[in-house]
């Protein structure tokens, strides 16, 4: 076993193009050290794994991210036709969750060492904090076990909603899409996985490494060293760190509207929350382009009354939102003349005949709730090909939310946690989705037939298959 430093020795030079520089030529050392530690380039007969460690950090050297790391000698060992020769191991401070365990396996790590969530557990240890929350005592070796079995748990629901079983079929098989980040990031890094907005680059990332080690080894008197380790609002607002769409502000005028009914409020939730879209969503970044010359005449635009007919609210299940969240949005959209989508969560039979019926029904992978009545009392239906908000994963409902009442419209048992699979199990062709079609028509004859589809990378293909099959139906 061959033990690498990844790591970047800091320079005072000020010049960021220069410094990027640096950090590509660290990483092109890393790669050419793995490489000739394989070969047996070093006076052995060459090493079965390589560790890639972030331990010798220190005032003068900067860690790189482990998982650029990893990602770089992966695809190098690619490249010489070395990679079956050898394992990749991790030693990795900045690895502690989850999602940082399933990018390093998906990336081509065969190991990982989150020491530094190792330590952290032993320092709250230490200081009493795990005892004040749990009631009771544990030793260190009992808390990296569960914090272990939980890692390992979240690994593998990452990997069932893919479809995959097995570590082996997991690691190194790049199921993601980059979002932000530059090309030459991944050219070099994560060859081969898409990435189509482009954002940061290696002088980027720097930067971020230069705030991180500033924070452990500060050189400015001025620097707080008594907060070394602060939430930069990630999972939950903070004031002054990562910014969040929902914001304290909107959601208090939100909810001052939704008890009073107060316009005032609700104007100004509007304003805060298309402020905020501006900064933190891909559309927020789009501006109308308003040409004089091109304006339509208003009497040549639809009425109100026939423009909200095609309104339709977003397919939220019974479920994912409360029962009464679920019918109010039923009944806007009845009276408005507009359509609701049911979810996949099935809906109540006492609601086909009232102003809570959902005039679009959708059938998902699950086939929760789906039966010949309530496909029968629909307007359109609508097959699920995959979960909007999750690409290629499904969705979920913890058993906690499934009551009674859901269980009974999902036909399925209270308590029971339910998972729709990313694939429909019966649909692995253009021609299963024909027959699919083919039965929803013969269920609601004088109703519509829907297919949902998600912007992934290929989805055109998809796209087009499936106007073909609509094309059949209604030439």
């Known amino acids: 076993m061959h033990i690498l430093s990844v790591v970047l020795k800091v320079s005072p030079s000020d010049n960021l193009t220069i410094l990027s520089f640096y950090y590509e030529k660290a990483l092109e050392r890393i790669c050419d050290e793995s490489a000739d530690a394989i070969q047996g380039s070093f006076g052995d007969k060459g090493v079965s794994g390589v560790i890639l460690s ?59 060492c989150p020491y530094m ?32 079995n939980a890692a390992a748990k ?42 189509r907005i482009q954002g940061t680059d290696f002088e980027a990332l720097y930067r971020d490494m230069e705030k991180f080690h500033e924070a452990a080894y500060p050189i400015h008197e001025s620097f707080d060293t008594h907060m070394l380790v602060q939430s930069d609002g990630q999972f939950h607002f903070r004031d002054g760190g990562e910014a969040h769409l929902n914001t304290p502000g909107t959601m208090v005028n939100l909810q001052i509207a939704a008890r009073t009914n107060s ?45 909200v007919k095609r309104f339709a609210t977003g397919a939220m299940s019974l479920g994912s939102i409360s029962q009464e969240a679920h019918e109010t949005l ?48 629909s307007d359109q239906i609508q097959i699920k090909m ?13 058993g906690f939310k499934v009551s009674e009442y859901i269980a009974q419209n999902r036909h399925t048992t209270p308590g029971v946690g339910l998972i729709s699979p990313p694939p429909h199990h019966d649909i692995y062709s253009i021609e299963d989705l ?25 989805v055109g293909v998809v796209a087009a298959g499936v106007a073909k099959v609509c094309y059949y139906w209604h030439p």
């Open 54 to 112: 972030d331990r010798f950090a220190g005032p003068d050297r900067m860690a790189l991210p482990s998982l650029l790391a990893v990602g770089a000698v992966h695809q190098h060992l690619l490249k010489t036709k070395q990679r079956p020769k050898a394992a990749i191991f991790a030693e990795a401070g900045d690895c502690k969750e989850v999602h940082d365990f399933a990018t390093m396996f998906g990336f081509g790590c065969d190991g990982v």
């Open 117 to 148: 969530a190792y330590e952290s557990i032993c320092k709250m240890n230490a200081e009493g904090m795990v005892e004040a929350k749990a009631k009771r005592e544990y030793t260190d070796d009992e808390l990296y076990n569960n914090y272990r």
């Open 154 to 195: 979240g690994l593998l629901k990452v990997m069932s909603k893919m479809g995959i079983s097995t570590l082996q079929s997991y690691k190194a098989a790049q199921v993601f899409e980059a979002v932000g980040l530059a090309d030459e990031v991944v050219d070099r890094c994560f060859t081969g996985t898409t990435t």
């Open 263 to 307: 316009r005032d409020s609700f104007k100004e939730f509007s304003r805060l929350t298309n402020e905020q879209n501006k900064k933190v969503t891909l559309r927020g970044q789009l501006k109308f382009k308003y040409d004089p010359s091109r304006a339509i005449p208003l009497d040549e635009v639809e009425p109100v009354s026939e423009i």
């Open 330 to 377: 039923a009944k806007a959209m009845n009276k408005i003349g507009g359509r609701s989508n049911t979810g996949e969560g099935g809906e109540d039979p006492a609601r086909f005949a009232d102003d809570r019926r959902s005039a679009i029904k959708q059938v998902a992978s699950g086939r929760f709730g789906v039966t010949s009545q309530y496909l029968a009392n």
């Open 386 to 398: 995959a979960q909007g908000a999750k690409p290629g994963e499904g969705g979920e409902l913890p």
């Open 434 to 458: 024909a027959q699919l079609i083919h039965d929803l028509k013969n269920a609601q004859p004088n109703g519509e037939v829907s297919t949902k589809l998600v912007s992934e990378v290929g």
